[in-house]
T-cell receptor, first 113, second 115 residues
Framework: DGGITQSPKYLFRKEGQNVTLSCEQN?????MYWYRQDPGQGLRLIYY???????QKGDIAEGYSVSREKKESFPLTVTSAQKNPTAFYLC????????????FGEGSWLTVV | AQTVTQSQPEMSVQEAETVTLSCTYD???????LFWYKQPPSRQMILVIR??????QNATENRFSVNFQKAAKSFSLKISDSQLGDTAMYFC????????????FGKGITLSVRP
């Protein structure tokens, strides 16, 4: 089945550690996105990528890093520089053309312990 | 910068009745796209409906329809014959058509459908 797969679904991190969230899509979409969701904040864009080997910062990129080495994959690393990383993270993808519908994965919960 | 405002944090509706969720946005663009997404308790984000700004006709998808008022920058979602499965958070979202356009979300509204 075509879709977006995020893993792991639940992740616990100790303070000072980097963690990487995986996102893979088999929809042949050009663009991929990472959003963070906090209670009462809606979804905020962390990073996005419209083509392989290129990506742009979103509204809250500090403390995060990404790579786009393959069209299908867009992993997100939450670094120790991110001061409040506990949140729900959503990966999404779309065709490149502006206005196309963005489709989402099932999300990953990250908790700092 | 574009902004999306959903001023009602919570709403409740009786099963089988109709409910309208409000959304306003701010932009200087003339062409753009608007969306409503549904997020049930599973947290999966699901597209409900999409509207292109240059189309005057309001989009409709089965029980879901929008009232798009471009001059007022308003984009409300009407849910007819509400069902228990409609219980979810609903997010309004906006994207322009520029080269680096990105989807901007409102803060969402929690809708509860009462049996």
């Amino acid at each position: 089945d075509g879709g977006i797969t995020q893993s792991p679904k639940y992740l616990f991190r100790k303070e000072g550690q980097n963690v990487t969230l995986s996102c893979e899509q088999n929809l042949n979409h050009d663009a991929m996105y990472w959003y963070r969701q906090d209670p009462g904040q809606g979804l905020r864009l962390i990073y996005y990528s419209q083509i392989v080997n290129d990506f742009q910062k979103g509204d809250i990129a500090e403390g995060y890093s990404v790579s786009r080495e393959k069209k299908e994959s867009f992993p997100l690393t939450v670094t120790s520089a991110q001061k409040n990383p506990t949140a729900f993270y959503l990966c999404a993808s779309s065709l490149w053309t502006a206005g196309n519908t963005i489709y989402f994965g099932e999300g990953s919960w990250l908790t700092v312990v | 910068a574009q902004t999306v405002t959903q001023s009602q944090p919570e709403m409740s509706v009786q099963e089988a009745e109709t409910v309208t969720l409000s959304c306003t946005y701010d932009t200087s663009e003339s062409n753009y796209y608007l969306f409503w997404y549904k997020q049930p308790p599973s947290r999966q984000m699901i597209l409900v409906i999409r509207q292109e700004a240059y189309k005057q006709q309001n989009a409709t998808e089965n029980r879901f329809s929008v009232n798009f008022q471009k001059a007022a920058k308003s984009f409300s979602l009407k849910i007819s014959d509400s069902q228990l499965g409609d219980t979810a958070m609903y997010f309004c979202a906006f994207t322009s058509t520029g080269a680096n356009s990105k989807l901007t979300f409102g803060k969402g509204i929690t809708l509860s459908v009462r049996p």
